[in-house]
């Protein structure tokens, strides 16, 4: 926005050069963009280009800009007067106003010059104007125009005898109404819309421009001025449904000053009676149909130096303050009654005035100094360093974190989770995603989807989130962590054949978050597992609590989510997995001595699972188990329908000494026989 050196000057005095004004406004929250120097020699050549912000529409004028000038230096303010003449017509004799819509229309005031001769504005107005970029049109519609850009109050003047009846009335757009505005174009209307009419219909668009058919001409005898205060929203909704911007909505779209109007109005009769001849009616015509009473707001002085790190001291608040006329009433010392002027529409708390005290003194004055936080003992909480854990854990898996709403379909959500009916969101974005997740499975299985179908080779995900479970009063909340795998598997090497991901890729990651987060005693059980569930495979457990899932993806939900091949997921409590995690860890050194290593074929009963094979076997062993891993299991020819050969590896390893053979063989023994006893389990060959 626009603004010359030389007019600032007529209404505070100036010494510095412009460079030292501009640095001074940008420092107290008015960015300067640049400054255009006409004649360098010559400083009030100079023209502004300032960014002025959209909750400071007091500052969009030469006498705001000024008095912000002038408080920062601290010189007064000079406003320019308005000289109505007393005893001129009755404004009532000439016109008649009517506010139709005083809730879009707050304020309307009028005065009449009659007798006028339009004509050119003399040089001196025409290059203040131009100064600024903006074009003389006549003596009658550039004074209108300075007083805008002087006091910042948009006017519209009328040829009053193309104002039909003489009446003005404020209203809302009738229906197929239209107007043809000042730049020529016929404008439809729509009832939200406020005109300004006479009775034959819409003169001019409240706000933002005038029309065609009541414009300020050569013939123009008598001119009606209008100064009112429109509302900024409807202003704004009007101007952006016709495409019309300009400086009068741009200033009442930010929240024009509705005490200003009889000042601007007064001072424009002035000058249209100065440059264009004619009397003044008097007095004016003035609609308030609903007056603002004076906002006050407390500020309590000692805040000022909690907020800003530093003291400014009383007197420089009181002389900031009123500086940029605010009154200050000061009956109770530690709690000051400010009144805030009219024109500041941005000021409404404490904060508001502890900020206009810091922009006096300039915001490259606050210190830059490091808040002071209580001390609380330590740094985060058990439970964040955890989350951290988990989060970590899994990106060492070789898995990739995603994030989804909270929303989903309910149909997913039902197929991943029978049991569990989720809620529904009262008014939903989009009706995809209109219920409350109850697992994260569905969002990964998306996703996962996503990237195989576009051209993805492998797909190793996962999220850590809320779900929500049905309650009397509101949704019950707990934290998951889940995973989705498909696609090739890791390693990939020259030397290695390609595989597909496999279960214990799943259950890969699931023990390293194990490993990470100190759970000792995880466990996989296969037992009690529902035959509707979708995720096929096994129970997680950490000592005698389930925390989750970990498995296969069935088959019908993976033709639901369009994902071709197979996938395997899992889903764990991440409340289950705090509580079971321990802050302890317990190292053990490398083993010094062989491992000895012994293959079993047993033929079991097809229900026996893993965890019941582990369990008997660590506790019939009268040697260190090393490790135990089922590594084939076959079902056909040669094994009953009811049974399963199942292929166990077992690793024994003393930390202390080599084994010997005799003692490996005899700990054999004691496993077979106790796996015949326990579950019915022979050896194959037998």
Same mark, same amino acid.
């Given at each position: 926005m626009r603004f010359s050196h030389a007019w600032l000057r007529e209404y505070v005095a100036l010494d510095e050069p412009p460079e030292a004004v501009g640095r001074r406004l940008t420092a107290a929250g008015l960015p300067l963009d640049g400054i255009e120097m006409r004649d360098a020699a010559d400083a009030d050549s100079a023209v502004y280009d300032f960014d002025i912000l959209t909750n400071r529409?007091?500052?969009?004028?030469?006498?705001? =800009?000024?008095?912000?000038?002038?408080?920062?230096?601290?010189?007064?303010?000079?406003?320019?007067?308005? #000289? &109505?003449?007393?005893?001129?017509?009755?404004?009532?004799?000439?016109?008649?106003?009517v506010i139709e819509d005083p809730g879009l229309c707050r304020r309307y005031s009028a005065r009449c010059v009659l007798g006028v001769t339009v004509a050119e504005s003399p040089r001196w =107005?025409?290059?203040?104007?131009?100064?600024?970029?903006?074009?003389?049109?006549?003596?009658? /519609?550039?004074?209108?125009?300075? &007083?805008? $850009?002087? +006091?910042?109050?948009?006017?519209?003047?009328? *040829? +009053?005898?193309?104002?039909?009846?003489?009446?003005i009335v404020v209203r809302r757009a009738r229906p197929g109404e239209s107007l043809q505005t000042l730049d020529g174009v016929e404008r439809r209307l729509h009832p939200d819309m406020l005109v300004i009419a006479d009775e034959r219909g819409a003169v001019a668009l409240a706000g933002i421009m005038g029309g065609r058919a009541s414009e300020i001409g050569p013939a123009t005898r008598n001119v009606l001025l209008e100064a009112a205060w429109f509302d900024p929203v409807t202003v704004r909704r009007t101007s952006k449904a016709l495409g019309l911007h300009t400086d009068a909505s741009h200033r009442f779209e930010r929240g024009a000053d509705p005490g200003a109007t009889l000042r601007a109005l007064d001072r424009a009769a002035t000058l249209v009676a100065e440059l264009a001849g004619g009397r003044i009616t008097d007095p004016a015509l003035d609609q308030h149909p609903n007056p603002e009473t004076p906002r006050h707001v407390p500020l309590r002085p000692e805040?000022?130096?909690?907020?800003?790190?530093?003291?400014?001291?009383?007197?420089?608040?009181?002389?900031?303050?009123?500086?940029?006329?605010?009154?200050?009433?000061?009956?109770?010392?530690?709690? $000051?009654?400010?009144?805030?002027p009219s024109f500041r529409r941005d000021v409404e708390r404490e904060v508001d005035l502890i900020e206009?005290?810091?922009?006096?003194?300039?915001?490259?004055?606050?210190?830059?100094?490091?808040?002071?936080?209580?001390? *609380?003992?330590?740094?985060?909480?058990?439970?964040? #360093?955890?989350?951290?854990?988990?989060?970590?854990? +899994?990106?060492?898996?070789?898995?990739?974190?995603?994030?989804?709403?909270?929303?989903?379909?309910?149909?997913?959500?039902?197929?991943?989770?029978?049991?569990?009916?989720?809620?529904?969101?009262?008014?939903? +974005?989009?009706?995809?995603?209109?219920w409350l997740r109850t697992t994260l499975v569905p969002g990964l299985l998306r996703n996962l989807a996503h990237n195989l179908n576009h051209g993805g080779v492998r797909c190793r995900l996962f999220e850590i989130g809320r779900v929500f479970a049905p309650s009397r009063e509101r949704p019950l909340e707990s934290e998951?962590?889940?995973?989705?795998?498909?696609g090739r598997g890791l390693p990939e090497h020259w030397s290695l054949p390609r595989r597909e991901v496999d279960l214990y890729d799943a259950r890969g990651a699931v023990e390293l978050l194990a490993e990470?987060?100190?759970?000792?005693?995880?466990?996989?059980?296969?037992?009690?597992?529902?035959? *509707?569930?979708?995720? /096929?495979?096994?129970?997680?457990?950490?000592?005698?609590?389930?925390?989750g899932v970990l498995g296969e993806v069935a088959p019908p939900v993976l033709r639901r989510f369009d994902v071709d091949g197979r996938a395997f997921a899992f889903e764990l409590d991440l409340e289950a997995l705090r509580g079971a995690a321990t802050e302890e860890r317990k190292f053990t050194s490398l083993p010094?001595?062989?491992?000895v290593r012994r293959d079993l074929s047993l033929v079991v009963d097809e229900t026996t699972g893993l965890e019941e094979i582990e369990g008997v076997v660590r506790s019939a062993a009268r040697l260190p188990i090393g490790g135990i891993q089922v590594f084939d299991r076959y079902r056909g020819p040669g094994v009953p329908g009811d049974?399963?050969?199942?292929? /166990?590896?077992?690793?024994?390893?003393?930390?202390?000494?080599?084994?010997?053979?005799?003692?490996?063989?005899?700990?054999?023994?004691?496993?077979?026989?106790?796996?015949?006893?326990?579950?019915?389990?022979? =050896?194959r060959e037998e």
């Open positions: 529409p007091d500052c969009m004028n030469h006498v705001g =800009l000024a008095r912000e000038a002038g408080a920062l230096c601290g010189r007064p303010l000079r406003v320019p007067g308005a #000289r &109505v003449p007393f005893g001129g017509p009755p404004t009532s004799g000439s016109v008649s106003i =107005l025409q290059a203040r104007l131009e100064s600024i970029g903006q074009r003389p049109i006549n003596n009658v /519609v550039d004074a209108t125009n300075f &007083v805008l $850009w002087e +006091l910042g109050h948009p006017l519209h003047p009328f *040829d +009053l005898d193309r104002v039909r009846e003489r009446r805040s000022a130096s909690v907020l800003l790190g530093y003291d400014p001291g009383r007197e420089a608040m009181r002389l900031a303050l009123r500086s940029l006329e605010f009154r200050i009433d000061e009956s109770d010392p530690a709690r $000051w009654l400010v009144e805030v206009e005290v810091a922009r006096q003194r300039g915001y490259d004055a606050i210190p830059s100094r490091l808040p002071l936080l209580p001390d *609380d003992g330590g740094g985060r909480r058990r439970e964040d #360093r955890l989350s951290a854990q988990v989060h970590g854990a +899994l990106l060492a898996a070789g898995l990739s974190e995603a994030i989804n709403f909270a929303m989903g379909d309910r149909e997913e959500l039902l197929l991943l989770l029978p049991g569990t009916a989720p809620i529904r969101v009262e008014n939903p +974005l989009q009706s995809q995603a209109a998951r962590v889940a995973g989705v795998l498909a990470r987060l100190g759970i000792p005693s995880l466990r996989f059980a296969s037992d009690r597992i529902a035959s *509707d569930l979708p995720i /096929v495979g096994l129970r997680v457990l950490a000592g005698a609590s389930e925390i010094r001595f062989p491992a049974r399963a050969s199942v292929a /166990v590896q077992i690793v024994f390893q003393h930390a202390d000494r080599t084994l010997e053979a005799a003692e490996v063989q005899a700990a054999l023994e004691r496993i077979v026989a106790a796996l015949r006893d326990r579950l019915g389990a022979i =050896l």
